[in-house]
């Protein structure tokens, strides 16, 4: 129960690797902020179930990350109820699957407001609550796709490519007020955005179910495995320990090997 006591906030949280972080952080004894979309009443079961998990407080804040004012309205919010801020996942996002000269603008746009720009206004609202406490953890999901390409995927890209550049220069400014900012990058995760991709996938490139998985999917990942939404949290947790205290401004892979090769 090392967090008793912290606020923690996870930016989409309501599914996938966010929730997986807001277990462990809940595990760990923190007062939990989710985020994202979803049926009123699956909300309200997590939030249950964070709260007996860290015996502490769970919130669901509906922010659309989106809206820079909302955004930043989360962070305000957050420590308004708690008191304070101490750890904020930016793990919201959104992919689209197109050729360039097919990319619909209004996609670009949502991607980079959702995958990079929601991350600016948190870590904007969140700093001067880390610096005033002279403590606290920004990790940012980002993917392999910020260290490497795939063809269709340019907004994604560019968007998880400028979250490592922001979450480096916001580890330089903060470095000497006990805040690290890091990025944790993996492979392919077996979450509705990825099943999504499937389709999408399939429908780009003409390709079955199962040559998607095993041809363009798990033929980039050398385990030839899904990363679980668990052992990238579980990476997201060692961070905010203070045996993680001289971690910041990194990229951590937890890809199967991908970006190796
Ligand atoms: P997911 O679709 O399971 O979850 C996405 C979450 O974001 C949901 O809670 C959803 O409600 C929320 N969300 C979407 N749009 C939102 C908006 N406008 N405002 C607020 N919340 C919004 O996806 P996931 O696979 O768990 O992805 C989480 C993060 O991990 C993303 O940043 C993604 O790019 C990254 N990632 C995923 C994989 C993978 O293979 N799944 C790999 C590398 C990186």
Redesign the pocket.
């Known amino acids: 129960m090392f967090l008793k006591g912290r606020t923690a906030i996870v930016?989409?949280?309501?599914?996938?690797?966010?929730?997986a972080y807001a277990r462990a952080f809940a595990g760990a004894g923190a007062t939990v902020v989710i985020?994202?979309?979803?049926e009123a009443g699956a909300i309200a079961a997590i939030r249950a179930e964070l709260a007996a998990a860290s015996g502490a407080d769970a919130y669901h804040d509906p922010?659309?990350?989106?809206r820079g004012e909302e955004v930043a309205a989360l962070v305000a919010q957050a420590a308004a109820r708690t008191g304070r801020v101490d750890i904020v996942v930016n793990?919201?996002?959104?992919?689209h699957v197109s050729p360039i000269e097919d990319f619909p603008p209004e996609k670009w746009d949502?991607v980079i407001?959702?995958?990079l720009s929601?991350a600016f206004h948190v870590m904007r609202a969140a700093v001067p609550h880390m610096k005033m406490a002279g403590w606290g953890r920004i990790i940012s999901?980002?993917?392999?796709?910020s260290l490497v390409a795939s063809p269709n995927k340019a907004a994604?890209v560019a968007a998880?490519h400028g979250l490592v550049g922001l979450s480096k220069t916001v580890a330089l400014e903060t470095a000497a007020h006990g805040v690290t900012v890091n990025c944790i990058?993996?492979?392919?995760?077996?979450?509705?955005?990825?099943e999504?991709q499937i389709l999408d996938t399939m429908r780009a490139r003409g390709l079955t179910r199962e040559q998607v998985i095993d041809d363009v999917l798990l033929a980039a990942q050398p385990t030839k495995k899904?990363?679980t939404?668990e052992q990238v949290a579980a990476l997201g947790l060692f961070l905010c320990r203070y045996e993680a205290a001289s971690i910041t401004g990194a990229n951590l892979s937890v890809d199967g090997g991908w970006t190796a090769a």
């Not at 922010?63 to 989106?66: G, P, R």
């Not at 793990?91 to 992919?95: E, L, R, T, Y």
């Open positions: 930016t989409g949280s309501t599914s996938g690797i966010g929730l985020n994202g979309f979803g922010a659309d990350m989106t793990n919201a996002g959104i992919q949502a407001a959702i995958n929601s999901t980002a993917s392999a796709h994604y998880k990058s993996p492979g392919y995760v077996w979450t509705p955005l990825v999504n899904f990363v939404p």
